[in-house]
């Protein structure tokens, strides 16, 4: 039982609670039902540590009918993180065989193929293109989104950082950080994969290990040290990086606003909300144009912690409502920090709002260069 | 509850018309759901107990659907209960007799704005928030923020004849409520036209607003808008008694002036809420004020308010409290480690009287409260021309779930009756529910009477929400 008293404390106030977060809970949007709710999930907690009830399939289901985006959370005044709850709590489902046969699946294919979507391994980095770059060089950890769903994201971010002076090196080997695994509480099969990154990552020699994906962010900087396992050189978001580096970025120009939505594992859960902003500000010449709901206070995109692999509708149904919210301010471009929000916001976008992920954005003016020469 | 062949019957006949994805036996859906925000049923919660269930929760996705359904229970004489945001405080939504819980959630869109007549008309199920939000957007507000708005329903509002926090200027629901669309029991479908007022006979909106899901289930609404006001000015009064800060609140209104917000603290509740924030006298009331408006209305209205508190023995204290309330308006509404601890339970009882009677109202409640072990704090609110209601907050811990539930009852019970013998009336916006529905035979008289002939005119099966506004009670 993950039973202490301080979970036991705060799954009791939240089962109990007016539900003053429930607005912002993009699940009980999806649903419009109490069931997949902060409060509901706290419920389910509570009666099975007082004894009243024990989580029965259903129950097992609504815990996973969380994106533990933690949104919840920023609405909380007693600070009641029901996120990080319901993850311990799918640590004790997996332990005891009750996770959800699709998420039993994904782990499967994570162990065989080393990328939640089966793909095989030896293509991972296809998208890789032939380069001869000098300077400082950087160690880029790619993710499974960015080498196999969102190549472009993979080969901007190359071609930016070269073009603005170092070189990249890419793991022959890599495996997916563990993140999904993490998330929905198959901690043990996460590890495997950790370790064997952490192996590979701390052999190559190289200034920091630079990420896109705030999925693999979070497990780089705060999972894989949680566990014990240890890294020898500094994890960089590419937003930071960049940051850091505004001065030398080409600018772009932009036939419309342009704004930004926050994934949750970099804004919520690692407090980087401006890097992204100054580094869209500084190559675009304008500031962003917020959308309502952005930082703390961001939506969720849909596509985290099993929801997309287990219910795609109502995962969908979520982008789909975070496109609505750009289209509100009337972004035309939507710009994001996370290629795995950028493959969910991308597949709702229709015509009208262009989905781009940071790199993107700032590669677009290169790339048009190229393709005029091309002409 | 229902047997099981019955469960099955209506199962098969409602999934027809919804699709069985809308519909649920499952136990764990139908607890979850069940959740409402009355203090007792949280305090329930918390003590582990299971609140009362529906045999089927429905989320019906039209009126055509909601029609249908009703037809069904209706031949079945299954009792409905209609649920909105499920965030009443006083368990009007508890299925207690099982039956259908009709969820209400998926009517949530926002139809139309009528920018020409400011008016909007909107689902039963759109969460007050993202009414205000969508409004805003627009350059208007809705006038009506009750500390729930994110987690009740336009339905709930109108069901249980809310009030929100700017109700001395804005209004109550029922004034805001210029349309409304609503299904009876035997499945047909009224639209009350929105029209500023009207002399065709009676308003049928006025039977339907307050009816708690008693006489039918509210569909859609048009509701009016205001523009967003130029300015929001606050202002605080620190008062050395009740008397003086209520005189102050009278005059006020009788100079023509509609504040926004009026709020007076009394000693307790003021040194709860503000004597951390604020240096003012120990003892002390604390008057709240807010004037919306063009910037020129504005500042004459506050400098007459001023004045007027001033002249009644006030003591100015600026912006500080009055604003800080505004900016932490739903705080109050958290659940706090203290309030939740062991068999703690606090509940508000919200009641209503004219200028004559208030003060005697709020001192007889207290000592009545007091005397059944309860901490009691209060504060007057939405107040009107000719009175205004009484939040008398009170709070009490026990050693075990039944001494705690049964000291809550007596509370209860002394905090009415002692309001009904000063001649106030129990409930202001929280409306009736289960915590009250006892009390309203004493409180209406012979309107009682009136009610329960409506009732089974239009609802002759007794289906809706029984047991609820003292109406439909089975054995």
Redesign the interface.
Known sequence: MIESDAVA?DV??C?????????VCPTFFAW????P?P??RA??L??EF????DI?A??VE?LYQCLECSHCLT????EIDIAKIVELKREELVKTNQQPDAISRLVSLVNETHNPFGEKHAHRNDWLRNREAKGPKLLYFTGCTAAYREKSIAQDTISLLELIGYSLEVMPDEWCCGSPLFRTGNVESGLELARHNAELLNQISAEIILVTCPGCYRALVSDYPNRGIKLNKPVQHISEFLSESSKKLPKVKLDGLVTYHDPCHLGRHSSIFDAPRDVIARVSGSSVTEM?KNKENAMCCGNGAGLRTLFPTHAKKIGAERIQHAK?VRARYLVTSCPFCKNMLASQSENGVIVLDLPELIMMEEKKDQYDKTD | MLDEKAKKKALERISKIVGPEYITL????R???A?D?WPL???K??A???LPLADLVV?PGSVGEISKILVVANDMKLPVTPVG???G?CGGTLPIFGGIQL?L??L?RILEIDHASMLVRVEA?V?G??LE?EVN?YGYTTGHTPT?L??SNIGGFIATRSGGSMSSLYGKIEDLTLGLQFVLPDGSIIESKAVPRHSVGPDLRQLIIGSEGTLGVITEATLRLFPIPEERRFRSVSFPDIHSGLEAIRKIFRAGILPSVVRLYDPEDAALSFSMHFDFEEGHCMLLLAFDGALEKVKIDEEKSVQICLDEGGCDQGVGPSKRWWEHR??M?????LT?SGYSIGDTIDIVATYDKLENVYYAMKEAMEAEDAVVMSHFSHMYPNGGSIYMIFFTSQPDAETAWATYKRIWDAGIASCLREGGTMSHQHGVGLSRSTYTENELGSAFDVLKKIKRVLDPNGIMNPGKLGLGVRE
């Open positions: 404390d009791r106030m089962a109990a609670c007016p539900k003053m977060c429930r607005h419009r039902s109490d069931a709710t409060h509901g419920l389910l509570h009666q007082v004894g009243t009830r029965d259903r129950g609504v609405w909380c005044k007693p309502e509100v | 499952n136990e764990t859906d607890i979850l759901n959740h925000a049923s949280e305090a919660i918390r582990g107990e299971i989320f945001g499920g965030a405080t969820d959630k998926r949530n199920g969460v928030i993202d939000e957007r729930s994110r987690a739903y705080d509404y958290y659940p706090t480690r939740t």
